[in-house]
């Protein structure tokens, strides 16, 4: 059964090399292949899932090893495979989303002449993230690793010929890359301190090493995680990581490769719990991202801008629990997963929206589209739901035991993350409710909005719909469309509580990651009780504000934190004048540096070389006698010294 | 007669030649002066032949003198050219030979 | 005796390069075909070499000695190690390409007469000049310099050899310019001959002051023999004294940090390769420059092992200095040859780093860091080089939107370029890897430093693909054709090579591990052990 592991990839690996490679005659076809070969990972995903149930818990993990990789006297790296549950949970969440995503796409992409292409680059993320998570030492994981980072940057900039979608996608691999330092600085100090980087070795002995080195690696291994995961205070590549295509925006930027932090830190939890500075640093990020991407979200007028402040802060509640140690780890990938169902169909319904109105992402030009997209709209709303936690959805169970483990963490700390974790819960309530209001309720403000959006006027409209600034027709997608996001609409209605019920995912999970109840200050019912209760002030805040009273078509100027929330709390600007201005100046004045002072030492001894010779060229004037006088002169002088030496 | 006022005479002539070489413009003339050198130094090897009682001396003077000999033919060959086109036998007006 | 196989790898190039410049000024076309059969019977003889070359054997192998010059003790004597044999299989490997990519560099200029003499038939005299004839002949000559200094065992004969492939690269820096000049014809002659004369004089200075150490080391140790000498340093038989072995450590070593290039010294490369066509920019770095790196690990550890250990906290300050300087001064540049020349400095900061790092993973790294890096800058620059033929400019701000008209060209850019930010996967990754664990793991510090360069290189990269590739198509670059059938020949094979070795590197390592041991009991160092050992 462990030979059907490499197949997992070999699929989508093999869907991305013929579709880049085959060039024009697959145009027609080339998104089939991607679909089937994408949903043939899933199938041998089920197939060893089912056989995985079929055994005891103790020996559910399988292992394959292809071949030695990088052989080298005291490093041994090889392309082996782990699949474990924790791996398992990951491979299916991918494969099954990626296939729906695959599916979606084919109607959404279907009027690009590219979409070949965009299915090799979707193939390519599939294989690079299952990599990552079925990778057996951190050396492989980090070849996933960047490999999702490739596949995002390429996505990202599909449409090249928008600069601000090249700009995008180059910010997200650059701010990536400061993370893969990180993951590659790890790596380094576990080979130095354990002399391998498998998990089962590195894993299997930390205790045997000091706290200061478990620290470094666990805070190097946060900074990787802070890169592809969007935390604070690597965060500022995900809002402009939206100018991809949407499907892109509900695979990688919402489901699936975001989430890649999150595994890392549940994965290397062994080390992490080694290390209570590196999980104080974890928690840190964690809460102040979650508030971070929340805040943010509120101040969106852009539908995909305001559902990635989500996704940052929904990761951050993730990360918030997996730093909280053994309490958390379920609980932060049980998040994970139905984030990745509740997000990717909320990513797909605004795709959705967007495929309708004319690729508008304004959300202050919609407004009562429930009547025109009624699939779109009750997918959505599911979807809404379950993000802000309503009971019984998936997100309330999920979310909830978050809020739980982390007062759970006990003492001062424990409150102060609580309460942030309460909070956030509120401000997602309120950014969402205004994203329904904006969107699907409200009068119908795109009647009069006819006109081009002006942000970009002069770009090429995206080659989506055709991009005609005509009066929008709303109208409802095709069923390729649709049918993906109903069956995500089912995984956020029901998930959590599937998951929850006897405690299923707990009991499923536990054997990798360990489970400790912890010692809850309050009881869990009231913490329930207190999240249903800011749900209700964030909903009633959002319903007055943008419920009751019509919606400006053009944005108030709103307050100082609205105007910096809607410049991402002027993140950018800090890295615009720090990071690029800065880096401007320091190249610019290194050319200068080099050509003037290294090359200007060299050529001043060229130079003056030449000027000394010069000078001695006079004496060659031509004239036999003047030659005949130095020379006479010479043998005096010579004859003299001799006879000098001798005297004395 | 003291072998030495033989070595004062040498220095003499080769003063004499040597001023003459430095001096004079006519190439013919700064040739003969350097004819005069090398006979100055055949004097000094005779004479010290004689000082020191061997015949090393006199053996390089006729070396010498055959050197000069050859030097004679090569030189005058090249003056008589050189007087042909350029009309001159001046030393200074030969002076292309520079950087 | 058996068959002289590395004198006969090194001999057929040469010969080739005589041919070569033999044919009739008439017949170009052949002088190309010629050219390319024999690099290729070259490159099945460089595989014949690394076939038989036995991993687990000795040191040296395939060895040849001969007496040479007999009074001074000088032997022509050749013999590869792991080390030797990778990097002479790469040169083989690239000339092919080189020469391919080359194909139509030194036809003579549209409407430019083919001599000064004129036209007729004394297009056939013998005497007269060939440029095409003469590209190909010096592209030759240089591989089979660079594949004897490659395997001569005997430090007079690699001497000759690293001052000797000078001339042909002069001329071929010097004679044969990019025609994608921005300046005028004379101004571009006037820069190209400056670039010529710098790689000139540096390399020569270097050369010289090697020349001084060479003949100190003949005084000091009586003989040219590296095997002999290193013999005699083991068994005690010889005591260079520690003054007299840095000064010989440094004079060697100023030649190959020359020639490498390291910091300070690099100048030369941007405007060699800035000047130069790009398949001898590509020659230049991808195959020359490895003699110098190759040569710090051949002969400064072997020879003088306690005085490299002496300098090794000065090399690595300097290396670190190449790779941020280099990639920083990349990032600066408005020329697209001119950013790659600053990467290759970043990456050569690399290779030295991995060298003087004295672990297992660090030489091993760097060993494979040479071939591959070759590798991956020949798959950018020619693939550069072939963009900027077809719009006539070496400014990046003169390109954009290319990606739109010519997607094969982007694609195959970019995968150059993704080889030269280490993407895993792509060749590079392993070693810069490797050197980069083997620096961390005996040099804390300066594996950390080094750690910036890959953010570093990805800013380049990406800055340059984003300003030449994507945007809005530029009114210049709209008829820009795609790639053609013998462009394809010479990146596919490349990227093909890029991917293979970063899946499976093995071959590479299995050859050069063995070499790398022996170089680590030469210099009498083990690997730093980790703090805990892990339960396997």
Redesign the interface.
């Known amino acids: 059964m462990e030979n059907l592991i490499a197949l997992l990839i070999a699929a989508p690996l093999l869907g991305a090399a013929v579709l880049l490679c085959g060039g024009r005659r697959l145009d027609r076809t080339g998104h089939w292949i991607g679909t089937l070969l994408a949903g043939a990972s899933f199938v041998v995903g089920v197939v060893l899932f089912t056989d995985m149930l079929g055994r005891g818990a103790e020996d559910r993990t399988l292992h394959q090893r292809l071949f030695s990789w990088i052989p080298v006297e005291g490093f041994q790296a090889d392309v082996a495979f782990q699949l474990d549950q924790l791996s398992m949970t990951f491979v299916l969440l991918i494969t099954g989303v990626g296939t729906l995503i695959h599916i979606y796409s084919i109607g959404y992409m279907e009027h690009d002449e590219r979409r070949r292409r965009f299915f090799g680059y979707l193939n390519l993320f599939l294989a690079a993230m299952l990599l990552l998570v079925i990778a057996d030492n951190y050396l492989l994981l980090y070849v996933g690793w960047e490999g999702v980072g490739l596949a995002s940057y390429l996505l990202i900039g599909f449409w090249q010929h928008k600069p601000s979608a090249a700009t995008a996608a180059k910010k997200a691999f650059l701010v990536n890359r400061v993370g893969d330092m990180g993951l590659s600085i790890a790596i380094m100090l576990m080979f130095t301190t354990f002399g391998t980087f498998a998990f089962g070795p590195v894993l299997g002995s930390t205790g045997e090493t000091s706290e200061g080195k478990l620290t470094a690696i666990g805070l190097m291994l946060l900074l990787a995680a802070c890169g592809k995961s969007a935390q604070v205070p690597l965060q500022s590549w995900l809002g402009d990581a939206m100018e991809g295509p949407t499907p892109v925006s509900a695979l990688i930027h919402a489901a699936t490769m975001v989430t890649a932090g999150v595994y890392l830190i549940v994965r290397s939890g062994a080390i992490f719990d080694g290390a209570p500075d590196a999980q104080l640093a974890v928690v840190v990020v964690g809460a102040v991202t979650l508030l971070f991407g929340a805040i943010v979200g509120c101040a969106k007028d852009d539908i995909k801008k305001a559902l990635a402040g989500s996704t940052m802060s929904q990761i951050g509640y993730m990360i918030l629990a997996a730093g909280l140690g053994p309490v958390g780890y379920v609980f932060a990938i049980m998040h994970l997963v139905t984030h990745g169902f509740f997000k990717a169909g909320l990513f797909l319904g605004a795709g959705s929206v967007m495929h309708g109105m004319n690729d508008e992402v304004d959300m202050r030009k919609y407004g009562g589209l429930r009547k025109y997209m009624p699939v779109t709209f009750v997918t959505f709303g599911l979807g809404y739901l379950a993000i802000i936690g309503f009971p019984g959805l998936s997100g309330f169970f999920s979310k909830d035991k978050i809020i739980e483990a982390a007062f759970a963490k006990g003492g001062t700390e424990g409150w102060i993350l609580g309460s942030v974790a309460l909070l956030g819960a509120a401000i997602t309530a309120f950014y969402m409710t205004r994203v329904m209001l904006l969107t699907f309720f409200g009068e119908e403000r795109w009647r009069h909005a006819a006109t081009p959006s002006p942000a970009e006027p002069d770009v090429e409209p995206a080659a989506e719909t055709g991009g005609d600034h005509s009066e929008p027709h709303p109208h409802e997608s095709p069923r390729s469309m649709t049918v993906p996001m109903i069956v995500l609409a089912f995984g956020s209605v029901f998930a959590g509580g599937f998951f929850s019920i006897g405690d299923r995912f707990l009991h499923w999970l536990e054997p990798v990651t360990g489970h400790d109840h912890g010692h809850a200050p309050v009881s869990a019912t009231t913490v329930t009780a207190a999240t249903m209760v800011v749900l209700v002030v964030g909903v009633a805040i959002a319903w007055a504000m943008y419920g009751r009273r019509p919606v400006p078509a053009v944005a108030p100027r709103g307050s100082l934190l609205t105007r910096a929330a809607r410049r991402d709390l002027l993140q950018d600007d800090f890295n615009h004048v720090v990071l690029v201005r800065g880096g401007e100046h320091l190249t610019r004045s290194l050319v200068y540096v080099d050509h003037t002072l290294v090359d200007g030492v060299v050529n001043g001894t060229a130079a003056s070389m030449g000027g000394l010779s010069g000078r001695l060229r006079t004496l060659q004037n031509g004239y036999a006698r003047s030659y005949a006088v130095s020379m006479f002169g010479g043998a005096v002088v010579l004859i003299a010294a001799t006879l000098l030496m001798r005297a004395v | 007669m003291n072998p030495v006022n033989y070595l004062y005479l040498a220095a003499l002539l080769f003063t004499i030649g040597?001023s003459g070489?430095?001096i004079r413009?006519n190439a013919i003339v700064v040739f003969m002066c350097i004819e005069l050198m090398l006979n100055a130094c055949n004097l000094a090897f005779v004479a010290f032949s004689r000082m020191h009682g061997n015949l090393d001396g006199q053996i390089i003077a006729f070396f010498t003198m055959v050197v000069a000999a050859a030097e004679v033919v090569v030189g005058l060959a090249i003056i008589v050219s050189l007087f042909r086109s350029r009309h001159s036998a001046s030393?200074?007006d030969?002076?292309?030979?520079?950087? | 005796m058996s068959f002289p196989l590395l004198t006969a790898t090194a001999v057929l190039p040469a010969v080739g390069a005589i041919a070569t410049a033999a044919v009739p000024a008439a017949r170009r076309a052949a002088a190309k075909w010629l050219a390319l059969a024999l690099s290729l019977a070259t490159l099945v003889l460089a595989g014949i070499v690394f076939a038989r070359f036995e991993p687990g054997g000795d040191r040296y192998q395939l060895t040849e000695s001969h007496a040479w010059i007999k009074d001074f003790g000088v032997r022509y004597e050749l013999g590869v190690d792991g080390i030797g044999v990778a990097l002479l299989a790469l040169t083989a490997l690239l000339i092919p390409f080189v020469i391919l990519a080359g194909w139509h560099d030194a036809d003579p200029a549209p409407g430019a007469r083919l001599d000064s003499s004129g036209g007729g038939p004394e297009k056939t005299s013998p005497y007269h000049w060939r440029p095409t004839q003469g590209f190909f002949a010096l592209i030759l000559m240089v591989e089979a310099m660079v594949i004897l200094s490659f395997v001569a065992t005997d430090v007079f004969l690699f001497y000759i050899l690293f001052e000797a492939m000078l001339i042909p690269m002069y001329f071929l820096i010097g004679g044969f310019g990019d025609r994608a000049h921005a300046g005028s014809d004379e101004n571009a002659a006037a820069q190209r001959s400056y670039a010529a004369v710098k790689f000139l004089l540096y390399n020569l200075a270097g050369g010289l002051i090697m020349l001084a150490a060479v003949i100190g080391l003949y005084v000091v140790a009586g003989s040219f023999s590296l095997s002999e000498i290193a013999a005699a340093r083991a068994d005690g038989s010889l005591d260079m004294g520690t003054g007299t072995e840095r000064w010989l450590f440094l004079g060697f070593f100023f030649a190959f940090a020359v020639k490498a290039p390291l910091w300070p010294l690099h100048t030369w490369l941007p405007n060699a390769m800035g000047e130069a066509t790009t398949p001898v920019a590509v020659l230049i770095t991808a195959v020359v420059d490895k003699v110098g790196t190759f040569a710090m690990l051949r002969f400064c550890l072997q020879l003088f092992p306690e005085a490299s250990k002496w300098a090794t906290p000065v090399i690595l300050v300097l290396a670190l200095i190449s790779i941020v300087y280099g990639a920083l001064l990349a990032v600066g540049q408005r020329d697209i040859k001119r950013l790659i020349a600053y990467a290759s400095i970043s990456h050569f900061g690399f290779i030295v780093l991995g060298i003087f790092a004295m672990t297992s993973q660090g030489q091993s790294g760097a060993t494979l860091y040479m071939v591959n890096h070759g590798i991956s800058t020949a798959a950018l620059m020619l693939v550069a080089g072939f963009l900027i033929t077809r719009r006539g400019s070496r400014l990046i701000a003169d390109y954009g939107g290319v990606q739109k008209v010519a997607p094969v060209l982007a694609g195959t850019f970019l995968v150059g370029g993704l080889a030269t930010l280490s993407l895993p996967g792509l060749a590079p990754f392993v070693s810069e890897f490797l050197v980069l664990v083997g620096t961390f793991s005996a040099y804390p510090a300066a594996g950390v430093i080094a750690t910036v360069g890959i953010v570093l290189a990805a800013l380049y990269v990406l800055v340059l693909y984003q300003r030449t590739m994507t945007g809005p198509v530029r009114q210049e670059v709209g008829g820009m054709p795609d790639l053609r059938v013998r462009e394809l020949a010479v990146a596919l094979p490349l990227i093909a090579l890029l991917i293979f070795l970063g899946v499976f590197p093995k071959p590479l390592t299995e050859v050069v591990n063995p070499a790398v041991q022996h170089t680590m009991h030469d210099v009498q160092k083990k690997d730093p052990q980790p703090e805990v050992e892990a339960a396997k």
């Open positions: 040597a070489v430095l413009r030393v200074d030969a002076s292309l030979m520079k950087l």
